[in-house]
């Protein structure tokens, strides 16, 4: 039997197991809930088999920091596949990363003539004495968002927030697909019509005089939030009581508490949920913030009840506005805090299923991301006196609309 290493982070209260494989198990402690709060996992590549080693890593992958592991990448190139297979991506030491086109991975013979420069390591400031597997990724990951900008199927930010780059790519794609691909998407082939026309395409260009050279250096390193990336900060309040703010790049950030117990017993420890939308500025420094002016406001006097009634996820989990949406199998639920976010979320849902464009609507634990056949939207209220949802606006059919669809009842009306 190989021998095991294990390392406890005390703060994180994780305990991580190796056995030299290239997966460290994690394994969450009394303090820290067992569902989806941290993955079971992460991956590693060639690192050394070593206590300090398994410590460093696990330390890195806690901050959201690259993980280092000292990979030879001249004796042991790094290989991804981006756009469904379509292009294969390597690096096998040297200035640059390199691509070429591939018949949904498959692999080519590593002296084939096909390869091209794509993203030179100058261009980032790296060297290929500081490459680490993580980066990239990252960076891979960021060249294909700028692909898709020269293509013009993803608007680029205007003043770009790393940790937001990429955002929406999948939206884009999709909604770029219904409008131009339309005798593709008919056949409910939505992402099948997008890849087919992608590898055309790249075809084309890699075969022009130019060939994928327009491409080089697309996009921009990455700061993605992801369970092999995620992003975590550590507070203590006035009394000492120590917090934990991690978010793994889903639709909620957790609070942990490693000095008490009972946190992780509770039913909800969820503190934000939608971190991109509800973020105004830079993503990271806002969700800092909001984590910082949370410990600021706590109190000693406060239960542990109490101080998550107080997060911002859990205002938004008992929002007193929603939206209905339905359709051939789909009934869904949007919920809003507002009235004016209400309607104004309605009517864009409304509007982009009479133009047979998918519709975008969070729920309280997930963002879908364009859903099809939304044929009904109506706007609901809750009633705390008689505990139940009212429809608050008369419903909205795209396929017999009325002049008053999206209205508000009048005060006087029952709502049906």
Not at 23 to 35: D, E, L
Not at 256 to 281: I, M, V
């Amino acid at each position: 039997m190989s021998a095991t290493l294990m390392y406890h982070h005390d703060r994180a209260d994780l305990t991580f197991t190796w056995n030299s494989s290239t997966q460290i198990t994690i394994r969450a402690g009394s303090t820290v809930p067992h569902w989806g709060v941290y993955p079971d996992r992460i991956s590693v590549g060639e690192l050394p088999f070593t206590l300090s080693a398994l410590r460093d890593a696990c330390d890195a992958w806690w901050e959201g920091r690259e993980i280092t592991t000292g990979r030879n990448f001249a004796e042991h190139p790094w290989t991804t596949y981006e756009f469904s297979g379509r292009v294969q991506i390597r690096y096998q030491g040297g200035p640059f990363i390199e691509a070429v086109l591939t018949e949904h991975c498959q692999p080519l013979p590593a002296n084939s003539m096909d390869w091209q420069p794509i993203i030179d390591l100058a261009a980032d400031d790296r060297t290929p004495t500081d490459v680490t597997t993580d980066w990239l990724y990252r960076r891979t990951n960021g060249w294909t968002t700028g692909v898709l900008e020269h293509l013009g199927i993803h608007a680029p930010q205007q003043v770009p927030d790393s940790a937001r780059y990429g955002d929406g790519t999948g939206d884009s794609v999709t909604a770029w697909t219904i409008r131009h691909l339309p005798t593709q998407v008919k056949a409910d082939s939505t992402w099948g019509a997008w890849t087919t026309w992608f590898a055309a395409t790249a075809r084309e260009v890699w075969n022009a005089p130019q060939g994928p050279e327009q491409w080089r250096n697309a996009g921009i390193v990455t700061r993605p939030v992801a369970d092999w990336a995620p992003w975590t900060y550590q507070d203590i309040t006035a009394d000492g009581t120590r917090f934990n703010f991690s978010w793994l790049g889903g639709n909620s950030v957790h609070i942990t508490c490693p000095d008490n117990p009972r946190l992780a017993t509770l039913y909800d420890s969820t503190f934000l949920l939608h971190p991109r939308e509800q973020a105004t500025g830079p993503l990271l420094p806002w969700l800092q913030e909001q984590a910082r002016q949370w410990i600021a406001n706590c109190t000693t006097t406060q239960t542990l009840a109490e101080i998550l009634a107080s997060t911002p996820g859990n205002s938004f989990r008992h929002a007193p506005w929603q939206i209905e949406l339905a359709g051939p199998g789909l009934s869904a639920h949007a919920p809003c805090l507002t009235e004016e976010e209400a309607y104004k979320v309605a009517r864009q849902a409304r509007d982009n299923a009479a133009n047979e464009e998918g519709v975008s609507f969070r729920s309280i634990f997930r963002y879908h991301d364009s859903a099809n056949g939304v044929s009904n939207v109506c706007v609901k209220h809750w009633n705390p006196e008689e505990n139940l949802w009212r429809t608050h606006s008369r419903p909205w059919n795209k396929n017999n609309p009325a002049p008053d669809a999206l209205i508000p009842y009048p005060s006087a009306a029952p709502a049906s």
